[in-house]
């Protein structure tokens, strides 16, 4: 599935992830724990092609495709999804308007027909209920006005509208409630099957009592520092990243 | 050397043979021998040079008056032709249509003194009741048009003008005298290429009560300018004037307002938005001016646009003068680049750059439309607007 290989990335000439490799396969949900600065961030900006994260070494690829030879467009009509910790606010396109767009075009990049309006409104609708998105939210010019929690839940439905094969989650359970952490969470795990991978990157252990990883990795100085089952991230709330210090 | 022997350009000189021997084609041509045509050494042209777009003298005219949209079919059509006026449509009650040979046109800037001496008659359309009807005014390629509209109190009409020349010079003189309570809604619609100008000029005054209403569309030309001039006389008077431009290739497209306020308890609401791509160039001027009977006037003005691209070029100046002590003015003035993180997310979800590009311009830009009350021109716009991006994205 996702097979990371000594990735270095450089933001503004200064190097943040320094060699790290990073194996998730098919059917797997990984977590990435670390400190503040660690490169958490930057790791999902550089594998979904953003400008200013350049990759200066290493390979990542997704299903064997090379993810550092493409458009951020087409990263994601081959199925790479990322949910943003600060999702970004699009005044004047209407939620739906805007993920038809992108499920027509993703479709069309995979040489799939377009999505007809009804078809594309009873999935919209169907999606929206299971997530407690409301008709007067899909309606609004996307994330506009939305509290961070509102924002939050449109990201994971946006996820589960575009059905993609790998999912980043970015400290998704930043700016949520225990209520709505439930929500997003079912959401998140109803998304888990034996052909999709996703990769959950957060600062808290909170998340992952919901969404339960198959591996816990712990990235600190830019690299992968320790490794292993859920068991390390009770640890990690327990201790603190302290000892990883030095391994930075 | 004296002003009257000024040395002419080559348009000057053209335009002194094409103005009609009527009172006002004199006047032009006394005027246009003592001040040629309005330049950048002139403040309120500087950034709209028109005596250097007209210095290989007019161009020949090109292009159709275009077609009128399935949703103003009912419409009653006015047709400015080189050759001629027409009329085509049925006409509702309380609307009396006639030419006037000569009109005297009071203090008007240079834009309306040429489009005034350029118009052989002026087509004067007065209207005594309400008009369901919409009236539409199409300027042809290389015509000069000229409409004075009288609106007794309490009466209401929607005017569509439109300017969609691909080549030559077109003028739109239109003398507008709003009764109290009434109301004017007027669309504007400018688009033509490299090689068309259009002069359009609105002098607009407003009785008690009344309102003043237009929103428009521009893609530029040569060189297009549409400038209005608005005095809410009448107290409680208001006006709301939004524009939209979409601008690429070397086009050029001129916005400029000024709205004078000299009653208490007037209103102006102005919004314009833009885009301007390539080597094209968007003016805006706009001026509100609050003397000192018009106490609490309530005014404000906007102007926001997109630098697409490094060549192109966006000119602002925005002005408030005010002399009465208890009103609210506001104004704001933005000009910038689209936003690289939002680009980003959409590009993310799959959306390929350009289209990204286009839907977020699209959603900056067509805010304006959204006070069009006509559900069929606010649509047309719209996808006039769409099919611009769509061209100037692939």
Partial sequence: ?248 | MSLAELTLSPGEAALLNVFPPTEAGDAARVHLRAAGLPNRRVEAFKWTDLRAALAEGIPQADGSAGLIPECLKDALVLDFAPEGFGLEGDKDQGLIIETEDSLELEGAGPLAMIAAGFAPRAVVLRVTQRQSRPIVLRRHPGAPMRIRLELEAGTQLTLIDTALATAGLSTGLMEIEIGAGAELVRYSLQNGDARAIDLANAEVSVASEGRYQAISLMFGGKLARAETHVTLAGEGASCLIQGAYLLSGTTHADMTTKVMHTSPNGQTRELFKGAVQDRARSVFQGKILVERAAQKTDARQNHHALMLSEGAEIDAKPELEIYADDVQCAHGNTIGALDDQALFYMRQRGIPEAQAKSLLVEAFVTEVFDAIELEGVRNWFSSMARAWLEVSSS
Avoid: W
């Fill in chain 1, 1 to 248: 599935m996702l097979n990371i290989n000594n990735l270095h990335v450089e933001v503004g000439g200064t190097s943040i992830i320094k060699g790290l490799t990073l194996c998730v396969p098919a059917g797997e949900v990984h977590a990435i724990m670390g400190p503040n600065g660690a490169g958490k961030s930057t790791l999902s900006y550089a594998l979904t092609g953003r400008e200013g994260y350049e990759v200066v070494g290493g390979t990542a690829t997704l299903n064997g495709d090379d993810l550092l030879e493409l458009a951020p467009e087409e990263r994601a009509a081959k199925g790479l999804f990322l949910s943003f910790q600060y999702p970004l606010e699009i005044p004047g396109v209407p939620t739906l308007t805007f993920l038809r767009t992108a499920l027509n075009a993703q479709r069309k990049a995979r040489g799939e027909g377009e999505i007809s309006v009804p078809d594309f409104m009873k999935l919209s609708r169907d999606v929206a209920k299971k997530l407690g998105v409301t008709p007067d939210m899909m309606k609004r010019p996307l994330n506009v006005g939305f509290s961070g929690g509102e924002k939050k839940r449109m990201e994971i439905y946006q996820m589960a509208l575009l059905d993609p094969r790998f999912m980043i989650l970015d400290e998704t359970d930043s700016g949520l409630d225990i209520d709505a952490l439930k929500v997003v969470s079912e959401g998140v795990n109803a998304l888990r099957g034996p052909d999709k991978g996703m990769l959950v990157i957060t600062h808290y252990q909170r998340l992952l009592d919901h969404i339960k990883p198959d591996r816990v990795h712990v990235l600190a100085g830019g690299r992968i520092v320790d490794s292993g089952g859920p068991e390390l991230a009770l640890a990690l709330e327990a201790d603190g990243y302290d000892r990883y210090k030095e391994a930075a």
